[in-house]
């Protein structure tokens, strides 16, 4: 609904039920409003929930098929290890083969 239905309507409840309606079905909007929130959060929570064990039962099974995709332990000594080695610069001398 835009805004100009949402006037409307509420310009024909004005004038049906006059100005102290108004408490009322603002009350009431907050409460449909308010259990509607709630079940669609529980309808969220409640698929979320469902799906879980179908995510677990995929991860195992993509881990089983690629045992090169799990990550390696980490070992701060190897890394650093690596990082400080690096290849020889290149000679400069253009008659050097090797």
Do not use: C, W
Not at 17 to 22: L, R
Not at 32 to 51: H, K, P
Request: proline content about 6%; overall charge positive; glycine content about 6%.
């Amino acid at each position: 609904m835009g805004a100009t239905e949402i006037a409307f309507i509420f310009l024909i409840y004005l004038l049906l039920f006059g100005a102290k309606g108004i408490p009322s079905m603002a009350r009431t909007m907050g409460s449909t409003v308010r259990q509607f929130r709630q079940a669609t959060d529980e309808i969220q929570r409640e698929i979320l929930s469902g799906t879980e064990g179908v995510r677990n039962e995929v991860n195992k099974v993509r881990d089983a098929a690629n045992p090169m995709s799990k990550k390696p332990q980490k070992s701060t000594s190897v890394k650093k290890e690596a990082s400080t080695t690096t290849d020889p610069a290149p000679s400069k001398d253009p008659h050097d083969i090797a």
